[in-house]
């Protein structure tokens, strides 16, 4: 492996000795080795070519719609502010060196699908710990189910990653329910995985980035996606990083792999692009005091010109504007407060989420002031949604939480200035509160869906009295009119003879009073009734 806790081995590698030594631990086994590399076989397989080839460019010359795959940032102590040595101009002036040295302190954001030649020959110039690859593209294992085990906290210490969400809205195909979209979205994206898994893109009349092909370099990829109702949706991605530290010589870089990448109109299609109509991502806007009075858009900026601006998303800017909010000589002591920027980000689109999830919320107790039974079944399948979907992102807070909680024991670099400790005081906070937040809208959901069970159940209840006293009008109308019945049926068949009528209608009487009576005890028959008839007879025979 290339470097153990997070520190940096000084063995130098070749792309070759590299490859292979990825190869030979994918294929030691639970019989051989507690360290088993089974699950490495997916990304063997990646590596040696199983998918598509992605061509003969280098690092140094890659480039996708939304600039190159790979981006550098030099942190060296003579830097006055963290800039990005590789995009050309007129983004940032040119420089001398265009990549970074294994001798240099710095970051390496790598975006979108990977590209197997790239990944070799970034992870023997700068020695990466494989498991960083094996972590951000398990969905390259096709035995994976994608809801592995939750790894310990000890084995997060130097790789670790952070769940991004973007809360987007698109125009659809109508359907007959919000619950019959969810299921078609759930099997598109099924297949859109399973895709993902071949490196194959899935086709649809309308996939404008054309069908019948292979994921390219640099192409955005989402890990799930949620309806919140006919038009709003999220989708979930994921940053992946990984921090080696040479002790002996100082020297730490960073590698932040995100999954955005290429504009998503111009990545292979998912349930997001479900039709050709309008898409639009809500930007994940970052606060920093008197903001508006300094400029914060990164040198010469100017959008891409194959990104639409309606659909392009917030965390696609943050290869391009990373640590402009922060102090230079700080981040080249502090790789946490270096990556505090990121944090920060991930926190912002997680509250987004919270927002627009608690609004839908408050929109379904609004439906439920209402009697209506179709609404209210409707309110407890979205609330029982929301309440899943919470629950995952709740976990995930909770996993990055700890981490932050536990940043002490990091065996990474350290600075004790105030500005490094003030920012991670503010992380407590910020996860902290989001944390609660998203505990209590969960919470809320299931109380929420209770109250719907319990007017459910006092619905049922009404219903069920009002059977009852509607059988109790039927046993009193049999009772009186029956009786009636069954003796004029036996009277009217003139077997007897009656000297007078009023003895004929004073029998009849008499029959149909008895008949009444008995039919009265048959209904109110019980063994208690029989007792008491009979303490009241008793009484009245001896008294």
């Known amino acids: 492996m290339a470097s153990t806790g997070g520190q940096q081995t000084s063995f130098k590698f070749t792309p070759e000795t590299y490859l292979s030594q990825i190869l030979l631990h994918s294929e030691t086994s639970i019989e051989t080795s507690l360290y088993q590399g089974q699950h490495y076989r997916g990304l063997a397989r990646f590596l040696k070519g199983a998918h598509h080839s992605d061509g003969n460019a280098t690092l140094r010359d890659e480039r996708a719609d939304g600039g190159p795959f790979v981006t550098f940032y030099r942190l060296d102590s003579d830097v006055s502010s963290a800039c990005p040595v590789n995009l050309p101009p007129p983004f940032f002036p040119p420089t001398q060196d265009r990549h970074l040295l294994p001798s240099e302190t710095g970051v390496i954001f790598v975006k979108g699908y990977p590209s197997a030649r790239r990944l070799i020959e970034l992870g023997a110039a700068y020695s990466i710990d494989p498991e960083l690859f094996q972590r951000h ?102 940053i992946t990083i990984d921090l080696e530290w040479d002790r002996g010589t100082d020297i730490w870089k960073a590698i932040i792999w995100l999954d955005s990448g290429t504009d998503l109109r111009d990545s292979p299609w998912g349930p997001w692009l479900d039709s050709a109509t309008d898409l639009f991502f809500f930007p994940s806007t970052l606060y920093k005091s008197r903001v508006a009075l300094k400029s914060h858009q990164y040198p010469g900026h ?31 002591q502090d790789p946490f407060y270096a990556l505090s920027e990121i944090l920060n980000f991930v926190a912002v689109s997680e509250m987004q989420l919270l927002t627009a999830i608690e609004r839908h919320i408050n929109l379904g107790s609004v439906k439920l ?128 003879q009656f000297a007078h009528a009023w003895q004929g209608a004073a029998t009849w009487i008499i029959s149909t009073t008895t008949l009444m009576a008995i039919s009265y005890l048959a209904v109110r028959w019980d063994e208690g009734l029989l007792q008491r008839l009979w303490k009241r007879t008793s009484y009245t025979v001896w008294h």
């Open 369 to 496: 002031q209402g009697d209506s039974e179709e609404a209210s079944l409707s309110s407890h399948a979205d609330l029982l949604f929301f309440r899943n979907l919470l629950e995952d992102h709740v976990n995930k807070i909770s996993e990055t939480n700890t981490f932050i909680r536990n940043r002490h024991n990091l065996k990474w670099p350290r600075s004790n200035s105030d500005i490094a400790l003030n920012v991670a005081h503010k992380l407590d906070v910020d996860y902290d509160a989001l944390l609660d937040r998203a505990r209590l809208l969960r919470n809320r959901c299931e109380r929420e869906m209770n109250v719907i069970l319990s007017k459910a159940q006092l619905a049922e209840a009404k219903r069920g009295i009002l059977k009852t006293k509607k059988a109790l009008t039927l046993t009193v109308l049999a009772i009186i009119l029956l009786p009636g019945t069954a003796t004029a049926t036996v009277f009217g068949m003139n077997f007897v």
């Open 302 to 332: 100017e959008p891409w010109p194959s990104i639409p601006e309606r659909s392009a998303q917030s965390i696609s800017l943050l290869p391009l504007a990373f640590g402009r909010s922060l102090n230079p000589k700080v981040m080249r």
């Open 137 to 238: 593209l398990l969905f390259l294992d096709r035995n994976s189910t994608g809801d592995e085990s939750p790894l310990l906290p000890s084995f997060q210490t130097s790789i670790f990653q952070l769940s991004v969400t973007t809360v987007g809205r698109h125009v659809t195909p109508q359907y007959s329910s919000l619950q019959e979209k969810r299921r078609k979205v759930a099997a598109d994206m099924k297949t859109y995985l399973k895709g993902l898994t071949k490196g194959e893109c899935v086709s649809q009349p309308w996939d404008r980035a054309g069908k019948g092909r292979f994921w390219k370099p640099a192409e955005s990829v989402v890990r799930s996606f949620a309806v919140h109702d006919e038009h709003e949706f999220s989708i979930q991605q994921q």
